[in-house]
């Protein structure tokens, strides 16, 4: 039985789907109008491993995640770097697939649609609102009436009272209550703008989900994810804009992940120290990075650091190692005196339900990642032997092939079990050890030697150029 924290009742819930055997899901995505931050690295890699989960117990999971491709941000950049919108979308979401192809998100059945395709749904929701007395048009915006929704504040457990003492007035706006939000937004000058029964204009944020959850996964579906930063006002938002307008239970399980701190301070816009995932990448392995963020509970803030990286990555290498060597012997031949595999194959089969336990207590990865590593610590203790009986080698093949199967489909974390040295570094290396021994030629003012290797090389497509203090070569 899977137990989900559920941010809309407190607790820890047992989960049961809308339809058996199957998972519906929405994630709040990114907004692209630059390159994603490891903040919404954190839960693209968390849900995709909750989804990977759910498949590895067998459910069929349908999981949306959509990109927000009109907004004031997407409208500023398209300005600062002077081009249309859908450029400054197609730009950063072809940049999104780069990044995340190396954290290994599972892209098979993702359906990710985009705002800007959208937007008939949302004016079919928001007319519906007017129709419901829920919403209504004021000089060309139109406002959700949040004192019409009695439920308003039941998710991030806020009172009326006490939102409406920390709201700002702006005297501009055209609300008639300070707390009611735009559904949709006059279009101001030079902005991209779409016909609707209220007028030029656009989208405001919270309708794109309400829409394209409702699309994809009807009025009822199963888990409704994101960062904890959207508890309040986006999903509370969300849900009144679904519930008084489709009616259904819109998500039955509200899951929240928690910030990232780092180098012990929030990251934050203002502090400046937002970390872009294509930066930390260039450092460090995709396969690094999973394991880190999936070795601290969702619910917990991240500690990020450089040195946290460098622990998760020395573990990574122990994992593979052991792994490599673990191989390496059940090659062995078999030997009637060898180990028996019988005190393995026990703690195999604790280790399976342990780290079980794990994942269905509110998918607890850290829990779950400690598990896998005592199993590996049994393992190392097995393979210290020396010869091996036919059980015993069964046995380790099959640890082997569980921890396969846990890091690369359930976690996500490709591991490296070849030792194999890439050809191209043996030819890379070869090559400058020829330039090596020409430099020597040089240095002794052996110029038929040096040309010799220079025509040499050139004859196999090596060009090379003596340059002040080094020699460079291209190919
Ligand atoms: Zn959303």
Request: with cysteine.
């Amino acid at each position: 039985m899977i137990k989900i924290f559920n941010t809309f009742t407190g607790s820890l819930d047992e989960f049961i789907p809308v339809k058996d055997n199957e998972v519906s899901m929405y994630v709040c995505g990114p907004t692209v109008y630059n390159y994603i931050h490891i903040g919404n690295a954190r839960p693209a890699i968390f849900f995709d491993t909750v989804r990977r989960y759910f498949e590895y117990c067998g459910y069929k999971v349908k999981y949306v995640q959509n990109f927000t491709d009109v907004d004031d941000k997407m409208i500023k950049r398209s300005n600062e770097e002077k081009i249309t919108l859908k450029e400054v979308a197609d730009k950063y979401i072809a940049a999104y697939f780069e990044d995340t192809k190396k954290i290994n998100l599972k892209e098979d059945g993702m359906i990710r649609p985009k705002a800007t395709e959208n937007i008939d749904e949302m004016i079919d929701i928001i007319s519906k609102l007017i129709e419901k007395n829920y919403a209504y048009e004021s000089n060309g915006d139109v406002y959700f009436r949040v004192g019409q929704y009695e439920d308003y504040g039941k998710l991030s457990k806020k009172n009326i009272d006490e939102l409406l003492n920390g709201v700002r007035i702006d005297l501009n706006e055209q609300k008639k209550d300070p707390l009611d939000f735009a559904l949709w937004k006059k279009a101001k000058e030079d902005e991209p703008s779409w016909d609707s029964p209220w007028g030029k204009g656009r989208p405001g944020w919270h309708i794109e989900c309400s829409a394209m959850s409702n699309k994809y996964l009807g009025k009822t579906f199963d888990i409704h994810g994101g960062g904890e930063d959207l508890i309040f006002p986006h999903h509370e938002n969300e849900i009144a804009q679904s519930k008084c307008s489709i009616g259904g239970n819109f998500a039955n399980f509200w899951m929240h992940n928690r910030y990232i701190n780092i180098n012990g301070e929030k990251m934050s816009k203002s502090l400046g120290n937002f970390k872009l995932l294509r930066d930390i990448l260039t450092h460090f392995d995709g396969n690094i990075l999973r394991l880190f963020v999936l070795g601290a509970h969702y619910r917990k803030i991240m500690e990020f650091s450089d040195k946290e990286l460098d622990q998760t990555k020395i573990s990574l290498e122990r994992i593979e190692n052991s792994l490599i060597n673990a191989i390496e012997k059940s090659k062995l031949q078999a030997s009637s005196s060898g180990y028996n595999g019988c005190d393995l194959e026990e703690e195999l089969k604790i280790f399976k339900t342990k780290f079980k336990e794990a994942m269905d207590e509110d998918f607890n990865t850290a829990q779950a990642i400690g598990v896998m590593f005592e199993l590996i610590r049994a393992l190392n203790r097995a393979t210290s032997n020396e010869s091996f009986d036919e059980n015993g080698l069964t046995v380790i093949k099959s640890v082997i092939n569980y921890i396969k199967e846990i890091f690369e489909e359930v976690l996500g974390v490709n591991l490296k079990l070849t030792k194999e040295v890439e050809s191209d570094s043996i030819a890379n290396n070869l090559i400058e050890l020829i330039l090596e021994l020409r430099q020597d030629a040089r240095a002794n003012k052996d110029w038929t030697t040096s040309d010799k290797i220079r025509d040499g090389l050139e004859k196999i497509g090596i060009k090379i150029k003596d340059g002040k203090d080094k020699t460079t070569w291209t190919m």
